[in-house]
């Protein structure tokens, strides 16, 4: 194998993790569970504020950044949004919002900002929809370059874009943009009624995903595990191997060839610890390359 296929060949395996103590913290904490693409909050996901960064700050962490092995960066919007919302000062929240990561990501030289849909929540599910298709247009109309991608939902009660039928749908009528793409979330779509539990089952899922979206359409692959039952519609994420996705379904995602090379970045309850962590992207990283177990 010459050098340029190994480069082709490397997976794309990282993490979410925190920014406490400044954005350049980020880059030695993905370093050091063996992450090489990573996700990050740009401002804390609970609250409205604007994210806010010292320009030292930010050109610390591009240095970081360029210095690393990692090939992928994407930012999390805040968990607040309701792009599809009825309540006009709501929505209105979540454009700006919506926004200002955009922003922030072409500054960082983010990959996409991930957004969850929002909730039919006090109104039709049509009304919603049409809402976050206005939202997300908005959005791109106001920005540039940095892509917005709609991140799968596990089905909860009223949440929009659980199956690749909304979807496609919403991708559609959002138009003929390369700015809209997918974030698949494995624990979400299996909360959703997607079987992932063993190759056939992989293939037909992402048969069907290719046939209704598109793969060229999925731009990253949340990896979390899930306790779960398969469509109980219920977002829980659990740390890779301690779920039911299990062994056998990992392997059968992590070999899939239509998904393999996508970057998988985990969003696991303990990512953030050194070990576990480490652990949890090694397993990953063994069965992308089709070995049975850690030391193999
Ligand atoms: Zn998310
Ligand atoms: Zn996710």
């Not at 913290?25 to 996901?45: D, T």
């Not at 997607?194 to 990253?220: H, M, P």
């Amino acid at each position: 194998m010459n050098e340029k296929n190994k480069t082709i060949q490397e997976p794309l395996i990282g993490a979410h993790v925190g920014i406490g103590g400044g954005l350049s913290k980020a880059i030695p904490r993905a370093l050091e569970i063996g992450a090489n693409c990573i996700q990050i909050f740009v401002s804390a996901p609970q609250q409205w504020r604007e994210p806010a960064h010292p320009d030292e700050e930010v050109q610390l962490f591009i240095d970081a950044y360029n210095q690393s092995n990692f090939r992928a960066i994407f930012l999390h919007a805040i968990y607040l949004l309701n792009p599809a919302a009825p309540n006009t000062e709501l929505r209105e929240k979540s454009i700006s919002s919506i926004i200002s990561y955009l922003h922030w990501g072409k500054r960082l030289g983010a990959q996409g900002v991930v957004i969850h849909l929002g909730s039919s929540s006090g109104t039709t599910r049509e009304e919603a929809e049409k809402n976050l298709v206005n939202s997300v247009k908005t959005a791109l109309d106001n920005t540039d370059e940095v892509p917005v991608l709609l991140e799968t939902s596990a089905g909860t009660k009223n949440s929009l874009g659980s199956t690749f039928d909304d979807l496609a749908r919403i991708l559609y009528k959002i138009g003929d943009t390369k700015r809209a793409a997918i974030c698949l979330d494995t624990a979400h779509i299996w909360a959703a009624g997607y079987d992932l539990s063993s190759e056939d089952a992989v293939n037909q899922t992402f048969e069907e995903f290719d046939q209704k979206i598109g793969l060229d359409k999925l731009k990253l692959i949340h990896a979390n595990d899930t306790n779960v039952r398969i469509g109980g519609g219920r977002d829980r994420h659990e740390n890779i191997g301690e779920g039911i996705i299990g062994e056998r379904g990992w392997k059968a995602l992590l070999t899939n060839p239509g998904i393999r090379f996508k970057p998988w970045i985990l969003e696991t309850p303990q990512i953030a610890d050194k070990n576990s962590g480490a652990e949890q992207i090694k397993k990953l990283r063994q069965w992308w390359e089709g070995k049975d177990d850690i030391g193999n």
